[in-house]
């Protein structure tokens, strides 16, 4: 082999190698962020569907990831809007699904169901107004008291009376208990839906059922504030 030809192999060699990593680089934030919401992004579900837990509302968790609630901060103005009816796919962990819905799946890896939620109803703070009570009226040092929790803001809540979670024939089959509380859904001549397993909740009055959380400190958006610098 002439040394050209060791030259061009050697380069082609390096040109892989580099596209090999970075196709592994670009997979990586699929793969970090297991648990996807397609119908409102960053939202996480509450243990169990509930009528407290509104927007300004303060939780913490230590150091033993124990979740404390602090405070409702009344002073925050709940605002709200009427979504309609929702339907979207989301990825639960199986602890999310035994906490919310009794059902015990045997798989570590996420868990896609598709949601459909009836009336959601929306409430929200406003950034403007969170920043100007919790840090420039000084509120935040009344509810930051243990340095080593980590302290959260719940900034939106959706909640209905009505709420469906549906599987496909997958994660059905991943069932360990609980497979009889869900329903068979119909299809259309003879063709089942993509999600044809159903459980479906129903309350007399509207329960808080997703939330979105801002993490809060004693300086506003630190992490914010260390990469500018």
Known sequence: MTNYNCVMTMKNLLLMIIFLIGNLT???????????????????????????????????????QVTYYVQDVKVLTAHSSEEGDIVGRM????????????IEFATDEPIWAEVFISNAFREYNEQTQVDFIL???????????????????????ISTKNIAFRFNQEAYDKIITGAGQLEKLKGRKGVLPDFPY??????????????????????????REEEEE
């Open 135 to 157: 840090w420039e009226k000084g509120e935040i040092e009344k509810l930051i008291v243990d340095e080593f929790s980590t302290y959260y803001l719940v900034r939106e809540t």
């Open 26 to 64: 670009f997979a990586q934030p699929d793969s970090l962020n297991q648990f996807q919401n397609s119908i409102f992004p960053d939202f996480k579900p509450y243990s169990t569907p509930r009528t407290n837990g509104r927007p300004g509302t303060v939780y913490r968790i230590d150091r033993d």
């Open 91 to 102: 990825s639960f962990s199986r602890e999310q699904l035994l906490q919310m819905l009794n």
């Open 198 to 223: 159903e459980i479906s909740k129903k309350w007399k009055e509207p329960r808080r059922v997703f939330y979105l959380d801002q993490e809060i400190g004693l300086e506003p958006y630190p992490e």
